[in-house]
Structures are given as C-alpha cells and as structure tokens.
C-alpha cells in the first residue's frame, strides 16, 4: 500500500468525480468496500470525493462534507492527480513531480534534465527524461543529488501557473537567514533582507543569481507566487439557479453585481460559533455554543456557512495570514 502524503477533498459534479476515479485508480488508490461487498456511496449525488477514506490513505469515497483540510476542484484535474499522486518516501512514483536541483549529463555529455526545470514520474521508480524516455531510473541515493520533489505549494502555484515574484526563506530553514545574507550581500555592512511584498529579494534580480550560483537557492529559500484573483462560487437555497460568485483579491472580498467590497471583520463574526452562557439560580451553569450552518446573506437565502468559510480562507491565504 502506498502511503499518500496528502488527505483531498476534491469537488465537482458526480459526472467530474466520477471521470477523476479510474485516474486515481491508476495511481494505486482503490474504491472503499463497506461490508457487504459494495462501494461506499458509487454514483452517489454527493458533491465531494475524499482521497484517504475511512482512516486508509489508499481509498477513495463519496462524501456529503469535505472531511479534509485540503479542497481542490475536479474542475482542475492535472491538479487534483498532482497532488493526489504523492507519496511520503523519496522514491519517484507514477504522476509525481519534481524540480531538478543539478544539471544530468549522460556519458556521452547528452543533456538528460537541466536544472530548475519541473518533471513527471510516469513510471514507477523513473522519471521521464528531456527526450521523454518515462523508463529513466533512478535510485534512491543518487535521486536526492539531483531532484527534490514538488511541495504542496509549489504544485498548487504550477498548476495555476502563476508567476513567481520573488523568494522568501523556507519555514525550517530561518536559522540561514544571516548566513544568506552575508553571500548576498558581501560588500554591505547590513547583511538582512528587506521584506518586500513578502519576499526577500525579486525573481530574477542579482541577489537570485548569487544564491543559486552557491547552490543554497533551492535548498534555503522557496518561491513567492503572484496572487491572483480568485472567484468562488457559493451555494443558495434549493437549486443551482440560485449560486453566485464572489471575488478575493488582496483589495478584498467583492460582490461584483452590486459593487461593492463586504466588510471582512463583519464577516468572520457572522460565520464564528457563538457561546451563550447558562445560569442555574445565581450560578453559573457553563455555556452552550450556537453554530449556524445557513444564514440569509441579503437577498441570497440559506448559503452554507462553510461557502463563506472558504471565501475567508482564499482572502486570508492570498494576504500571506
């Protein structure tokens, strides 16, 4: 059984999930059986389809509710398979993808891969090289000398194709923050980096160079991608007729046909559980929690609660919170 690093819910129509099965099959998920010999929710209406299922990394199901943190739409199936193929080992997996951190010669001084470029497992154990040949193996101690694979992240933003706009360092790798600064900037008495647009330095500027002539430009620092608008749609009352979109940027949260920008801190109080406490006599008794799961949003009746979450979330995720 292949240890899938990332729990999805994918999202879409039954006629998308259903498309999306057979290629999550062929990367080694399979349907889960419940007792009886049948799949759990196959061809059901239900609007989500959950890779890792039933606590098993490995299966696949229907769900009414996205159980998992990350949310992706079948809309983007290159996307959906991207992340779905990764598996938490260093070994290349059919449908991973990886970034090239050294140039590969063959004996005859052929180019096989050239770094900074991105490329795709399509076999077990291989990974297909510049003249497309998929059967290019690779073991695991020399793999690690010349591929990383694709975090999160950075497959999420390539298959957005968005533009990279700078680097920033990495989580774990804070501690190089001097370190960097004194090959970046050698000559300069002030050897930090400024934050600009939440980057250390601009794609494609000299500070860029210098780090990855040395070889630390991958291995301390990860892309800034440019953030885009995003438009989500949500759902109201009984029939699709009803949904409509809203736009997030880093201007705000837009609601195009009137115009105007909602009030973000108004928002987060209407969607948040709210705790009443409880009195018995002139004590105190606890509390109860109210967690509404629709709310009337002015003319649009009974958008689920968790819509206006994920619009608070993509708002929140393109302001680097």
């Given at each position: ?233 949500l759902r109201s009352g009984w029939t699709s007729d009803s949904n409509f979109e809203i736009e997030v940027s880093k201007d705000g949260i837009y609601y195009a046909p009137d115009d105007v920008f909602l009030n973000v801190a108004d928002l987060r ?53």
């Amino acid at each position: 059984m292949k240890k899938f690093k990332y729990p999805l819910s994918i999202e879409g129509s039954k006629e998308q999930l259903e498309a999306i099965v057979p290629q999550l099959e062929k990367l080694g998920y399979s349907m889960f059986i419940r007792y009886g010999g049948r799949p759990y929710s196959w061809a059901s209406e239900y609007p989500y389809l959950l890779a890792t299922f039933g606590g098993q990394q490995d299966k696949i199901g229907f769900n009414q509710t996205p159980d998992h943190e990350i949310k992706i739409p079948a809309s983007n199936p290159e996307l959906v398979l991207a992340l779905a193929a990764c598996v938490d080992d260093s070994s290349p997996h059919f449908g991973e993808f990886f970034i090239c951190t050294k140039t590969v010669l063959m004996d005859d001084g052929k180019l096989a891969y050239t770094e900074g470029k991105i490329y795709k497992s399509e076999q077990e154990d291989c990974i297909t090289d510049e003249d497309g040949i998929i059967q290019h193996y690779w073991n695991i101690p020399l793999i690690n000398r010349h591929f990383r694979k694709l975090s999160k992240e950075e497959i999420l933003n390539h298959f957005n194709m968005k533009k990279i706009i700078g680097y920033k360092l990495k989580e774990d790798c804070k501690q190089f923050e001097k370190a960097a600064g004194s090959i970046a900037f050698p000559d300069n008495i002030n050897k930090t980096f400024l934050n600009l647009d939440g980057c250390c330095f601009k794609s494609n500027s000299i500070v860029q160079e210098i780090l990855k002539e040395v070889g630390v430009l991958d291995l301390w620092f990860e892309p800034v991608y440019e953030q885009q608008k995003e438009t989500i749609t949500l759902r109201s009352g009984w029939t699709s007729d009803s949904n409509f979109e809203i736009e997030v940027s880093k201007d705000g949260i837009y609601y195009a046909p009137d115009d105007v920008f909602l009030n973000v801190a108004d928002l987060r109080k209407i969607v948040e559980p709210v705790r009443v406490s409880k009195k018995k006599g002139n004590s105190s008794a606890g509390e109860y929690t109210f967690k509404p799961s629709h709310i009337d949003s002015g003319c649009k009746k009974g958008v689920p609660v968790e819509d206006w979450i994920k619009v608070l979330n993509a708002y929140d995720e393109i302001k680097g919170k």
